[in-house]
Protein backbone atom coordinates (compact mmCIF):
# COMPACT_ATOMS: atom_id res chain seq x y z
CA UNK A 1 0.00 0.00 0.00
CA UNK A 2 0.79 3.70 -0.16
CA UNK A 3 1.84 3.89 -3.60
CA UNK A 4 2.63 7.49 -4.78
CA UNK A 5 2.48 7.84 -8.49
CA UNK A 6 3.86 10.94 -10.85
CA UNK A 7 2.82 11.46 -14.52
CA UNK A 8 4.65 12.25 -16.60
CA UNK A 9 8.27 10.55 -15.79
CA UNK A 10 9.79 12.75 -18.07
CA UNK A 11 8.89 15.78 -20.67
CA UNK A 12 10.79 17.63 -22.55
CA UNK A 13 9.39 20.94 -23.79
CA UNK A 14 10.41 24.55 -25.67
CA UNK A 15 11.40 27.52 -23.71
CA UNK A 16 8.43 30.02 -23.05
CA UNK A 17 5.89 26.74 -22.35
CA UNK A 18 3.71 25.18 -19.69
CA UNK A 19 4.10 21.91 -18.42
CA UNK A 20 1.53 20.29 -15.93
CA UNK A 21 2.90 17.38 -13.59
CA UNK A 22 0.39 15.26 -11.60
CA UNK A 23 1.06 13.69 -8.46
CA UNK A 24 -1.50 11.03 -7.21
CA UNK A 25 -2.08 8.71 -4.09
CA UNK A 26 -3.37 5.71 -5.52
CA UNK A 27 -4.42 3.97 -2.65
CA UNK A 28 -4.98 6.63 0.38
CA UNK A 29 -6.31 9.81 0.44
CA UNK A 30 -3.58 12.44 1.24
CA UNK A 31 -5.14 16.04 2.56
CA UNK A 32 -1.50 17.19 2.43
CA UNK A 33 1.42 16.47 -0.56
CA UNK A 34 4.41 18.51 -0.88
CA UNK A 35 6.33 19.33 -3.93
CA UNK A 36 10.42 18.76 -4.28
CA UNK A 37 12.99 20.00 -6.57
CA UNK A 38 16.22 18.12 -6.76
CA UNK A 39 19.49 19.09 -8.75
CA UNK A 40 21.55 16.05 -9.88
CA UNK A 41 23.89 15.09 -7.34
CA UNK A 42 21.80 17.48 -4.45
CA UNK A 43 19.61 16.90 -1.85
CA UNK A 44 15.26 17.51 -2.62
CA UNK A 45 14.32 21.01 -1.64
CA UNK A 46 11.25 21.71 -0.31
CA UNK A 47 9.14 23.89 -3.15
CA UNK A 48 5.23 24.22 -1.43
CA UNK A 49 2.82 22.16 1.08
CA UNK A 50 -0.09 21.75 -1.26
CA UNK A 51 -3.40 20.81 1.24
CA UNK A 52 -6.77 19.99 -0.30
CA UNK A 53 -9.57 22.42 -1.06
CA UNK A 54 -6.79 25.64 0.06
CA UNK A 55 -3.97 27.55 -1.43
CA UNK A 56 -0.56 26.06 -1.23
CA UNK A 57 2.03 27.67 1.42
CA UNK A 58 5.06 28.57 -0.73
CA UNK A 59 8.59 28.26 0.80
CA UNK A 60 11.09 31.21 0.94
CA UNK A 61 12.77 31.82 -2.47
CA UNK A 62 9.81 29.86 -4.24
CA UNK A 63 7.74 32.11 -7.16
CA UNK A 64 4.17 31.02 -6.58
CA UNK A 65 3.35 32.24 -9.99
CA UNK A 66 5.84 30.15 -11.86
CA UNK A 67 5.12 27.46 -10.10
CA UNK A 68 1.54 26.70 -9.94
CA UNK A 69 -0.06 24.50 -7.63
CA UNK A 70 -3.70 22.86 -7.17
CA UNK A 71 -5.12 20.19 -5.04
CA UNK A 72 -8.39 19.56 -6.12
CA UNK A 73 -9.13 16.22 -4.60
CA UNK A 74 -7.55 13.91 -1.64
CA UNK A 75 -5.56 11.94 -4.19
CA UNK A 76 -4.41 14.51 -6.90
CA UNK A 77 -2.45 17.49 -6.98
CA UNK A 78 -0.57 18.86 -9.91
CA UNK A 79 2.40 21.36 -10.24
CA UNK A 80 2.11 23.64 -13.51
CA UNK A 81 5.51 25.67 -14.71
CA UNK A 82 4.59 28.24 -16.48
CA UNK A 83 6.39 29.56 -18.76
CA UNK A 84 9.20 27.60 -18.33
CA UNK A 85 12.93 28.39 -19.06
CA UNK A 86 16.01 26.16 -19.34
CA UNK A 87 17.02 26.93 -15.88
CA UNK A 88 13.96 25.16 -14.47
CA UNK A 89 15.55 22.07 -15.50
CA UNK A 90 15.00 19.41 -12.96
CA UNK A 91 13.91 16.94 -10.44
CA UNK A 92 10.73 17.31 -9.70
CA UNK A 93 9.36 14.89 -6.93
CA UNK A 94 6.01 14.97 -4.89
CA UNK A 95 5.54 13.74 -1.51
CA UNK A 96 1.80 12.30 0.07
CA UNK A 97 1.16 12.39 3.54
CA UNK A 98 -0.38 9.40 4.87
CA UNK A 99 -1.61 10.53 8.82
CA UNK A 100 -1.36 8.31 11.62
CA UNK A 101 -4.07 6.92 13.80
CA UNK A 102 -4.12 7.87 17.33
CA UNK A 103 -1.87 6.22 19.25
CA UNK A 104 0.30 4.71 16.26
CA UNK A 105 3.52 5.87 15.36
CA UNK A 106 2.45 9.49 13.43
CA UNK A 107 2.53 10.61 10.05
CA UNK A 108 4.40 9.39 7.42
CA UNK A 109 5.06 10.81 3.52
CA UNK A 110 5.55 8.88 0.89
CA UNK A 111 7.34 9.99 -2.10
CA UNK A 112 6.33 9.55 -5.81
CA UNK A 113 9.05 8.50 -8.77
CA UNK A 114 9.28 11.59 -9.72
CA UNK A 115 9.37 13.76 -13.09
CA UNK A 116 12.61 14.75 -15.02
CA UNK A 117 11.85 18.05 -16.74
CA UNK A 118 14.30 19.34 -20.41
CA UNK A 119 13.58 22.94 -21.23
CA UNK A 120 15.60 23.55 -24.28
CA UNK B 1 19.03 25.48 13.40
CA UNK B 2 16.71 23.95 10.42
CA UNK B 3 19.26 21.96 9.43
CA UNK B 4 20.39 18.41 9.44
CA UNK B 5 23.99 17.98 8.47
CA UNK B 6 25.23 14.71 6.84
CA UNK B 7 28.47 12.82 6.52
CA UNK B 8 29.97 11.36 4.23
CA UNK B 9 29.16 12.95 1.45
CA UNK B 10 30.41 9.70 -0.56
CA UNK B 11 31.22 6.14 1.35
CA UNK B 12 32.89 3.17 -0.53
CA UNK B 13 32.69 -0.06 1.54
CA UNK B 14 33.83 -3.47 0.76
CA UNK B 15 30.78 -6.09 0.23
CA UNK B 16 30.31 -7.85 3.53
CA UNK B 17 30.99 -4.74 5.34
CA UNK B 18 29.22 -2.63 7.23
CA UNK B 19 28.29 1.25 5.96
CA UNK B 20 27.85 3.78 8.52
CA UNK B 21 26.24 7.07 7.84
CA UNK B 22 26.47 10.34 10.37
CA UNK B 23 23.60 13.03 10.51
CA UNK B 24 23.42 15.37 13.83
CA UNK B 25 20.83 18.41 14.07
CA UNK B 26 20.07 21.89 16.33
CA UNK B 27 16.21 21.71 16.34
CA UNK B 28 15.60 19.70 19.59
CA UNK B 29 11.87 20.02 18.43
CA UNK B 30 12.18 17.50 15.86
CA UNK B 31 10.67 14.19 16.99
CA UNK B 32 10.62 12.33 13.68
CA UNK B 33 14.02 11.39 12.19
CA UNK B 34 13.62 9.02 8.67
CA UNK B 35 15.86 7.67 6.33
CA UNK B 36 15.50 7.21 2.83
CA UNK B 37 16.86 5.76 0.10
CA UNK B 38 17.28 7.11 -3.95
CA UNK B 39 18.09 5.11 -7.00
CA UNK B 40 19.38 6.91 -9.93
CA UNK B 41 16.51 8.93 -11.64
CA UNK B 42 13.76 7.60 -9.17
CA UNK B 43 11.99 9.19 -6.05
CA UNK B 44 13.36 8.37 -2.43
CA UNK B 45 11.79 5.36 -0.27
CA UNK B 46 11.42 5.49 3.32
CA UNK B 47 14.21 2.91 4.53
CA UNK B 48 13.75 2.60 8.24
CA UNK B 49 12.83 5.84 10.61
CA UNK B 50 13.06 6.36 14.64
CA UNK B 51 11.31 8.88 17.27
CA UNK B 52 13.50 9.99 19.90
CA UNK B 53 12.35 8.44 23.01
CA UNK B 54 14.29 5.19 21.71
CA UNK B 55 17.67 5.08 21.03
CA UNK B 56 18.55 2.08 18.43
CA UNK B 57 15.97 0.39 15.68
CA UNK B 58 16.98 -2.47 13.57
CA UNK B 59 14.68 -3.71 10.70
CA UNK B 60 16.86 -6.24 9.44
CA UNK B 61 19.96 -5.78 7.87
CA UNK B 62 19.70 -1.67 8.77
CA UNK B 63 19.89 -0.05 12.24
CA UNK B 64 19.33 3.56 13.44
CA UNK B 65 21.44 4.73 16.59
CA UNK B 66 19.96 7.76 17.93
CA UNK B 67 21.81 9.83 20.46
CA UNK B 68 19.66 12.54 21.79
CA UNK B 69 22.16 14.11 24.32
CA UNK B 70 24.65 14.86 21.64
CA UNK B 71 21.61 15.34 18.63
CA UNK B 72 23.11 13.00 16.38
CA UNK B 73 22.22 10.16 14.67
CA UNK B 74 23.41 7.02 12.43
CA UNK B 75 22.37 4.69 9.88
CA UNK B 76 24.20 1.49 9.83
CA UNK B 77 23.99 -1.34 6.99
CA UNK B 78 25.24 -4.41 8.03
CA UNK B 79 26.91 -7.12 5.78
CA UNK B 80 26.30 -4.92 2.45
CA UNK B 81 25.66 -5.75 -0.80
CA UNK B 82 25.97 -4.10 -4.14
CA UNK B 83 22.17 -3.68 -4.44
CA UNK B 84 22.73 -1.53 -1.40
CA UNK B 85 24.58 0.98 -3.32
CA UNK B 86 22.14 4.57 -3.68
CA UNK B 87 21.83 7.84 -1.94
CA UNK B 88 20.80 8.00 0.80
CA UNK B 89 18.88 10.96 3.02
CA UNK B 90 19.13 11.34 6.75
CA UNK B 91 15.68 13.64 7.51
CA UNK B 92 14.03 14.93 10.66
CA UNK B 93 10.70 16.73 10.78
CA UNK B 94 8.49 17.97 13.61
CA UNK B 95 5.38 15.15 13.29
CA UNK B 96 1.64 14.93 14.64
CA UNK B 97 -0.80 12.61 14.38
CA UNK B 98 -3.10 14.74 12.66
CA UNK B 99 -1.10 17.05 10.71
CA UNK B 100 1.52 16.31 7.79
CA UNK B 101 4.71 18.45 8.53
CA UNK B 102 7.40 19.56 6.27
CA UNK B 103 10.81 17.05 6.02
CA UNK B 104 14.20 18.48 6.43
CA UNK B 105 16.66 16.67 4.53
CA UNK B 106 20.12 16.15 5.22
CA UNK B 107 22.95 16.96 1.76
CA UNK B 108 23.02 13.16 0.85
CA UNK B 109 25.38 10.36 1.18
CA UNK B 110 26.85 8.42 -2.31
CA UNK B 111 27.25 4.44 -1.14
CA UNK B 112 29.16 2.38 -3.31
CA UNK B 113 29.14 -0.50 -3.02
CA UNK B 114 32.30 -2.55 -4.08
CA UNK B 115 32.02 -6.33 -4.91
Known sequence: GAVVSQHPSRVICKSGTSVKIECRSL????TTMFWYRQFPKQSLMLMATSNEGSKATYEQGVEKDKFLINHASLTLSTLTVTSAHPEDSSFYICSASLPGLAGGPGETQYFGPGTRLLVL | QQQVKQSPQSLIVQKGGIS?????????AFDYFP???Q??????????????DVSEKKEGRFTISFNKSAKQFSLHIMDSQPGDS??????????????????IFGSGTRLSIRP
Do not use: H
Open chain 2, 39 to 52: FPGKGPALLIAIRP
Open chain 2, 86 to 103: ATYFCAASIGGYSSASKI
Open chain 1, 27 to 30: DFQA
Open chain 2, 20 to 28: IINCAYENT
Open chain 2, 35 to 37: WYQ
